[in-house]
């Protein structure tokens, strides 16, 4: 929970020399804790720039137009092959930059050191006064989850064009402490990210090193990626697609691998049924439905929507049973495959998942199957089956023919067991890191506030 959500009186009164909007969402102000001197209107510290670009002394391929993100960050705009006929304006290094259409949701930034960076009118450019205030503490407080807020709260327009009006947004009030007191803040956020990313690394090297030890204990060794190549060998014998990209030498180093050790097809390892649900099924007149996005490779099932049989979505088909596994057939190489654990007995999934029952060999323990089908060895053989342009996916038959090794029983519990551990391990430190962020957050939060000291 971040300071962003503090609760607001229902009702309240207003002097009607104070009423400029019949808005009460507008009214709802940031309770600062800065002393009145410094706080100052943000057009005070920031000088517009309108440095109109003459077209006539630059080609567009020498020119850099860019797009904002909501968090803050900045793309380069890929526009290769095509120009702009709006007019263009320069936004230097170092200058604030505002999308107008989308400041209500924070799309502020500051301009990377890149060369003949443009915006169109779309965008509002500043150079700051850095004498009054460093842009990274500036940036800091527009990206304030309760500052973001507030700019929400007071969006003007249409509907579908709902706008912070730049006049507004120059006039809001914000602490510009000593620059000293700013570099500070800026340094103790940049300290958080620190931690944010070791954390986020320590969960990285458990999942690598634990995936390594698994795939050893079979005997795997991933390929190393190949570089793009148009033109290369392949045996007449493991001509099975006329595809460049199924005949990627990862893809079929791996497949030769798997050939060595004997691995078996899914189709001969797994029973896969289709299983329908019936309104007979549901006499409240309603069930919980497993979208693709409800299930992820780290987590399995984590979430569901409820949804009333007599309306249901067309692709809500099939019916689910604790132990069963559920395969992704659209984008497979996300590793969308799970296990139906108890909680999520008799509901219904999308049609978009494969669904098998059981294993057809009673020493394959399908606990096994879903840790190698979501190890990398498991992955790219998905994604090498799968086919499709915006929305790739894998049908039923190319999904059987997925290799998997089949080791022995004591084998099979030792990798269950050590990515059982593995996950385990991964959990604590998610949960760790998502602590360190929350309270990062806050604490930025609060020193922005003028609650504590940097």
Not at 99 to 116: C, R, T
Not at 227 to 244: A, G, N, T
Not at 281 to 304: A, H, T
């Amino acid at each position: 929970m971040t300071l962003a959500e503090f609760s607001f009186p229902k009702a309240f009164r207003v002097r009607f020399r104070d009423l400029r909007r019949f808005d009460p969402a507008s009214f709802h102000g940031i309770s600062w804790h800065w002393s009145k001197d410094v706080m100052l209107p943000i057009g005070s510290a920031l000088k517009l720039r309108k440095e109109k670009v003459d077209r006539a002394k630059y080609e567009f391929s020498q020119l850099q137009p860019i797009t904002i993100h909501f968090d803050g960050t900045i793309d380069k705009r890929n526009v290769e092959g095509r120009g702009y006929s709006m007019d263009l304006f320069f936004a230097r290094p170092g200058d604030i930059v505002v999308a107008k259409i989308d400041l209500k949701n924070g799309a502020v930034g500051i301009v990377p050191d890149w060369e003949n960076v443009v915006v169109t009118n779309h965008f509002a450019v500043y150079e700051p006064d850095r004498s009054k205030i460093i842009p990274e503490y500036f940036l800091l407080v527009i990206q304030a989850n309760f500052f973001k807020s507030y700019l929400w709260r007071n969006k003007v327009g249409a509907e579908g064009r709902k706008e912070v009006k730049l006049e507004f947004f120059e006039s809001i009030k914000i602490p510009m402490p000593p620059i000293d007191e700013q570099r500070r803040i800026v340094a103790a956020w940049q300290q958080a990210q620190v931690n944010i990313a070791n954390a986020e690394k320590r969960v990285k090297k458990i999942e690598q090193d634990m995936e390594s030890l698994m795939l050893k204990s079979l005997g795997i060794s991933l390929p190393s990626e190949f570089p793009e190549q148009k033109i290369f060998p392949v045996f007449w014998k493991d001509l099975e697609r006329w595809d460049l990209f199924f005949q990627r030498p990862d893809f079929v180093a791996l497949e030769n691998q798997l050939h060595s050790l004997n691995a078996l097809s899914l189709g001969e390892v797994l029973n896969f049924e289709s299983r329908s649900w019936k309104k007979s099924d549901f006499p409240e007149g309603k069930f919980e439905y497993i979208e693709i996005s409800s299930v992820n490779r780290e987590n399995g099932i984590f979430s569901s929507r409820t949804v009333e049989t007599n309306n249901a979505p067309s692709r809500a088909t099939t019916l689910v049973k604790t132990g069963d596994l559920i395969i992704s057939t659209t984008r497979p190489y996300l590793g969308a495959i799970a296990i139906v654990p108890e909680k999520y007995n008799n509901y219904v999934c999308s049609s978009g998942f494969a669904l098998a029952t059981s294993t057809k060999l009673p020493h394959v323990d399908i606990r096994y199957v879903l840790f190698f089908l979501t190890s990398k060895a498991g992955l790219l053989q998905l994604e090498r089956r799968m086919t499709g342009g915006l929305y790739p996916a894998i049908v039923q038959e190319e999904l059987e023919k997925i290799k998997i090794p089949i080791p022995s029983s004591e084998v099979q519990k030792e990798i269950i067991c050590r990515v059982e551990e593995g996950r385990s391990k991964i959990r604590q430190e998610q949960e760790a890191a998502v602590k360190v962020k929350e309270e990062s957050e806050r604490e930025i939060e609060r020193m922005i506030l003028g609650l504590s000291k940097a």
